[in-house]
């Protein structure tokens, strides 16, 4: 779908931000990247505010920002928002400064719980808190974005997909915005955090079966480029006794 693949291409784009660059200047350019999201979505009435899933996400989400923001050590104030969007990949992601979305299909399909949302949540929102979208890219990959980021802008106005957008997405994603050890620490991370916020964590290891299963079908997806489902069960079942600690303590 033309739509999904602007908004993820807009997406990686904030993520693929040099260190060099301040978390506030990084913060300030996903907001604006966001903001264009937002009046794509908007114009194609890809925003979901009513439905019962969306409702769900927001109330997760809610709960969770309070904790997120008691958790952000970056010394940089976060902004903190999330928007439904009407699609049916399974996907959701963190632009850095805390700028959020969650796709429909990600839960419908799924079938997730609260908790399970949860899991979710908290993976993407420690992406954003360990500043994973600072890590040190080239000169090239840098002005490669601003094309893709060009051709965004083409897309967004005329509705024809340039061979630039299709190229240039393809080729970040398959660069894999986040390394192993980025998404493995994004994964402790929220876990810790979804159990401060009061979700169980033992679902997180459930989560990623639901994916396995859904894995053969449903195409590109959030956890395409992600450890094996296999090897995040694991990581996460050795992880959730200490999670439950403290998600014990806050019942």
Known sequence: MKFFKNLSVIAICSLLLTACVSTAQINQEAESNYAKVKQEARAKSMLDTSSTTAHRIHSVFNKMKLYAERANKTGVPFQWEIIVLKLSELNAWAMPGGKMAFYTGLVDKLNLSDDEIAVVMGH???????????????????????????????TATTGVDTEGLLSAGVDLVANKPFSRSQETEADEVGLMLMAESGYNPEAAPNVWVKMSQANGS??????????????????????????KEIYNRKK
């Open 124 to 154: 993407e929102m420690a992406h954003a808190l360990q500043e994973h979208g600072k890590s040190d890219r080239t000169v090239s990959a840098v002005t490669g974005i601003v094309g893709v980021l060009a051709d965004v802008a083409v």
């Open 218 to 243: 449903s195409g590109l997806s959030i956890f395409s480029t992600h450890p094996s489902n296999e090897d995040r069960q694991a990581n996460l079942a050795r992880l959730v006794p200490k999670a």
